[in-house]
Every structure is written in C-alpha cells, then in structure tokens.
C-alpha cells in the first residue's frame, strides 16, 4: 500500500520517509491514522478539506482561473466519462426528471454534465469558499449550491441523491451520521466507492476523515456492511472502473417506493 501511494503521489515521498520512520512497530491502520492525524489532526471536517483545497492535497487545475480542483476521481477521463455515461442512462430511465440533491459536490466538473436530466438540482458541499466560487462559475445552470455538512446539517429532500467518492474520505461514525436521513429523504441513493480490486477484502475499516481514502488500508465503503447495515429495496451495480489495482463502483440504491 505505501508503494501505491507513492505511485500516485510520488510528491509525498520525503513525507512518507519521515512518517514511516516514526511509525515503525505500528500497523498499517495506525500508520494511516497517524498520517491524517499528522495533516488534520484538531481540525473540523469543514476545516479539514478546506485546507486540502488550499493545498492543493488533491492536485492542481492546469487553469489558473479554476483554484479548486477536485482531484482525479473528478477529472480523468478513464474515471468521469464512463460514470457519466451511466448516471444520464440511469436519469434517461425515469419517468420525469428527477430532483437531485448532490452531497459533496466539489468543483462541479461531473454535476455540470448531469445537469441538463435533472428537475431541481441542489449542489451541496462542506468547503464554503467552493461553494461560493461555484455559485459565480456555473450561475448559468441554475443549480442551488448551498454549504452544506452531510453528517450534521438538514439535508435537503428530492428524488435522487449522489454521493460520489466522498463517503470513502468520512471516518465511519460521519457516514453514520448521514445516513439516517439520506434514507428518509430519497428514494435512489446513488454512491461511487473507491474500493480494493481483490474480492474478500475487509469492509469499513475505520479511518479519521480526511484526504485518503480504505484502499490504503485494503478496505473500502459497504454500506450492506456492519456498522452501516443498509436494507435498501432494491441494489444494482451501475458500474465499476478498473483503476490500477483498485475499482471504482457506482451501486444504486433504492431506499423506498
């Protein structure tokens, strides 16, 4: 795992050096705790990813204009076209357009092209600057960008709610948090987890929110698992991107009638 985060972010390795020399003896689960502790530890949530935006910790747009970027998951096209394709099959499917509430929205590269198969479309996320900047960049879509926090805050209802690639950044009691509400409020959940390649991986290994997601850990997000124990009506695997020795899956659920 530590060579596959030096794979992907060769830019981390005098940091990694140092951590790995302080966590000698621990596991790995407290190797990655203890690195996210390093980075945010004492911050908020809000706090957290704000700083990971300020930092770039995600990457950089290569437009000076965009100042947040939302990392790769949000713009290689190996990864967006293929779930795009999917969510408009989905969308085209229903009887009427939908209103969606979209949970971790980010810099909207993905919601944007989605927009048009939507009804009332509200763009949620927790770093407000993004939000605010969201607002200004796509005020031509007429979509509803509120700072929102998805563990604490009301969430607002509608037909559908995405929640791509953002639970896999949550420690499990903030996942927790949301879902009460996410199943009262929407009748299709449609979640992207970044998941381990191999089958027989252990679940929802808990992990302190923040920038890296289970797979370092050999884990990811179920949310049919323990602590979580979805019982969704119905469970269709959308899709799922090979991405290296990982994947990325798109599972919709349908919470009620």
Same mark, same amino acid.
């Given at each position: 795992?530590?060579?596959?985060?030096?794979?992907?972010?060769?830019?981390?390795?005098?940091?990694?050096?140092?951590?790995?020399?302080?966590?000698?003896?621990?596991?790995?689960?407290?190797?990655?705790?203890?690195?996210?502790?390093?980075?945010?530890?004492?911050?908020?949530?809000?706090?957290?990813?704000?700083?990971?935006?300020?930092?770039?910790?995600?990457?950089?747009?290569?437009?000076?204009?965009?100042?947040?970027?939302?990392?790769?998951?949000?713009?290689?096209?190996?990864? /967006?076209?293929?779930? &795009? *394709?999917?969510?408009?099959?989905?969308?085209? !499917? =229903?009887?009427?357009?939908?209103?969606?509430? %979209? +949970?971790?929205?980010?810099?909207?590269?993905?919601?944007?092209?989605?927009?048009?198969?939507?009804?009332?479309?509200?763009?949620?996320?927790? /770093?407000?600057?993004? &939000? *605010?900047?969201?607002?200004?960049?796509?005020? !031509? =879509?007429?979509?509803?960008?509120?700072?929102? %926090? +998805?563990?604490?805050?009301?969430?607002?209802?509608?037909?559908?709610?995405?929640?791509?690639?953002?639970?896999?950044?949550?420690?499990?009691?903030?996942?927790?948090?949301?879902?009460?509400?996410?199943?009262?409020?929407?009748?299709?959940?449609?979640?992207?987890?970044?998941?381990?390649?191999?089958?027989?991986?252990?679940?929802?290994?808990?992990?302190?929110?923040?920038?890296?997601?289970?797979?370092?850990?050999?884990?990811?997000?179920?949310?049919?698992?323990?602590?979580?124990?979805?019982?969704?009506?119905?469970?269709?695997?959308?899709?799922?991107?090979?991405?290296?020795?990982?994947?990325?899956?798109?599972?919709?659920?349908?919470?009620?009638?």
């Amino acid at each position: 795992m530590i060579n596959h985060l030096l794979q992907t972010h060769p830019e981390l390795a005098p940091v990694i050096e140092q951590l790995a020399a302080s966590a000698q003896g621990k596991t790995k689960e407290q190797f990655y705790g203890y690195y996210e502790w390093v980075h945010y530890g004492g911050l908020s949530t809000q706090e957290a990813f704000t700083k990971i935006y300020d930092e770039n910790h995600w990457g950089k747009s290569d437009d000076p204009a965009q100042p947040f970027y939302s990392g790769l998951g949000s713009h290689a096209p190996t990864v /967006v076209d293929t779930y &795009i *394709e999917t969510i408009q099959a989905f969308l085209s !499917s =229903l009887e009427k357009k939908p209103t969606v509430v %979209d +949970l971790g929205c980010g810099d909207f590269y993905v919601g944007a092209q989605l927009r048009d198969l939507c009804d009332d479309y509200i763009a949620c996320d927790i /770093v407000e600057p993004l &939000i *605010e900047f969201n607002k200004e960049k796509f005020k !031509s =879509l007429n979509v509803d960008f509120r700072a929102l %926090d +998805l563990s604490n805050d009301e969430l607002p209802a509608a037909d559908v709610v995405f929640v791509r690639q953002v639970f896999q950044h949550l420690s499990n009691k903030e996942i927790l948090a949301s879902l009460d509400q996410i199943c009262s409020k929407y009748k299709y959940l449609i979640l992207t987890e970044h998941l381990p390649g191999q089958e027989g991986f252990t679940p929802n290994q808990d992990k302190p929110s923040g920038r890296y997601n289970r797979v370092a850990l050999d884990s990811g997000v179920i949310l049919t698992e323990p602590p979580f124990n979805l019982k969704p009506l119905q469970e269709k695997v959308l899709s799922e991107i090979e991405d290296g020795n990982t994947i990325i899956r798109t599972t919709l659920y349908q919470l009620s009638e």
